[in-house]
């Protein structure tokens, strides 16, 4: 089990560019599928990205493809999403969260049941 931190997160105008930071304590980091979701006021908690335990295999929700970066630092037991040409329907609660999946290395699962993890959020706005 791991305890997930997210922090980064702030108000940016439309264009700019933020990067949200997931610390993990605990064990076995390596092992761990890590996933950045998003929540909207009376919106569903969404996917966003998720990356492989190796950090060879990333995922997209089509929304964020070609704008946000999932990445990790396994020797840092960090996972970091890079949000650039942020638009205003970015604006959101985003968390991070993990999946302890040791027997693929290149898994990646896309939804909110499928990670077992949570950190406490982080409100990211972005103004017109």
């Not at 702030?10 to 610390?23: D, E, H, I, M, N």
């Amino acid at each position: 089990q791991v305890y997930l931190v997210e922090s980064g997160g702030g108000a940016v105008q439309a264009g700019g560019s933020l990067r949200l930071s997931c610390a993990a304590s605990g064990r076995a980091f390596v092992s761990y599928v890590m996933g950045w979701f998003r929540q909207a006021p009376g919106k569903e908690r969404d996917f966003v990205a998720g990356i492989s335990w190796s950090g060879g295999t990333t995922v997209y929700a089509d929304s964020v493809k070609g704008r946000f970066t999932i990445s990790r630092d396994n020797a840092k037991n960090v996972a970091y999403l890079q949000l650039n040409s942020l638009k205003p329907e970015d604006t959101a609660v985003y968390y991070c969260a993990a999946l302890k999946y040791p027997w693929n290395s290149d898994y990646v699962p896309a939804g909110r049941l499928d990670y077992t993890e949570w950190g406490q959020g982080t409100q990211v706005t972005v103004s017109s």
